[in-house]
């Protein structure tokens, strides 16, 4: 295997929170980066279904608690503690009652909170891997006829809430934070022209999401079409199995993933693919 570099490649960085970070690692290996912000976490101006969750959790009224991200577990206590004024009693009845957790990130949080985690999904940590986890300990919790809360991340995860529906649970879904496009378009603007116009040779996707919002400006600038055919020339890094489900039903092939679903990986062998496919930039 050669050694990663993307020996001068031009690299989309649609990631918000982490931006300069990964911007800095795809440097690192060789790349040049493009940042382009696709979305902003935002709390929910309304949160009816947390506080009521909250409210029939402290009640005893839940079995299951699946808890989906670590932002969105911190969101989900920070609305308690604004709507009720104290925590304790929502964390209590938390660790009273049996939590699962689909990845390293709310586990953190759990484990700060001092809340123990009955069930962790393993890598890559999508719906396949928590329903299976949640069917290997069927016989200490049977789902069917369990009251099962799930944890949502901005949008509902229809093949989650229809697989624990299948398996018999009643599910109540608790959305607290969803994803919007940046306020600031004009860098997503510019890298779905640079993709349309061929000036771009690798793109790193880490959210489903943002496939969704690089899809949609595209549509609102009347150049979906012409994004689309530039992204088949592109290498597509996808950081993991959820991220690339979504772009191949958007019909976007995907190049490849990383062996863990995680952003330091993702970008070192996103440039050991381009080492080894012996990719070069394009004279511009």
């Avoid at 101006?45 to 009640?59: H, I, M, T, W, Y």
């Avoid at 018999?168 to 890298?191: C, I």
């Avoid at 191949?248 to 092939?253: H, T």
């Amino acid at each position: 295997m050669p050694s990663p570099s993307f020996n001068g490649l031009r690299v989309l960085v649609l990631e918000s929170r982490r931006a300069r970070e990964l911007a800095s690692i795809v440097t690192s290996y060789g790349g040049q980066p493009l940042v382009a912000p696709s979305m902003r976490e935002v709390p929910l101006e309304s949160n009816p279904e947390a506080v009521a969750f909250a409210d029939a959790l402290v009640r005893g009224e839940f079995d299951l608690v699946i808890l989906l991200t670590g932002v969105g577990t911190r969101a989900l206590v920070d609305v308690v503690e604004r709507v009720g004024g104290s925590r304790d009693p929502f964390l209590e009845a938390l660790r009273r009652t049996k939590v699962a957790a689909r990845g390293p990130k709310p586990v953190a949080v759990l484990r700060e909170l001092q809340v123990p985690v009955w069930v962790t999904a393993p890598e890559p940590n999508t719906w396949r891997e928590l329903l299976a986890a949640l069917d290997a300990k069927s016989a200490e919790l049977p789902l069917a006829g369990a009251r099962v809360a799930v944890q949502e991340y901005g949008a509902s995860n229809p093949d989650l809430l229809s697989g624990l529906e299948s398996r018999g649970a009643r599910v109540t879904r608790v959305p607290v934070y969803q994803w919007m496009l940046p306020e600031d378009l004009e860098p997503l603007r510019a890298a779905v022209r640079a993709v349309a116009a061929g000036e771009l040779d690798v793109a790193l996707f880490t959210t489903a999401t943002q496939v969704v919002h690089l899809l949609k400006v595209a549509g609102t600038m009347q150049m979906e079409d012409a994004m689309r055919e530039g992204l088949r020339r592109l290498v597509i890094a996808s950081i993991g199995p959820t991220t690339s489900e979504e772009l191949r039903q958007q019909g976007i092939e995907v190049s490849m993933e990383p062996s863990h679903p995680k952003m330091g990986f993702l970008v070192r062998e996103a440039a050991e693919f381009v080492a080894a496919s012996a990719r070069l930039p394009p004279e511009r």
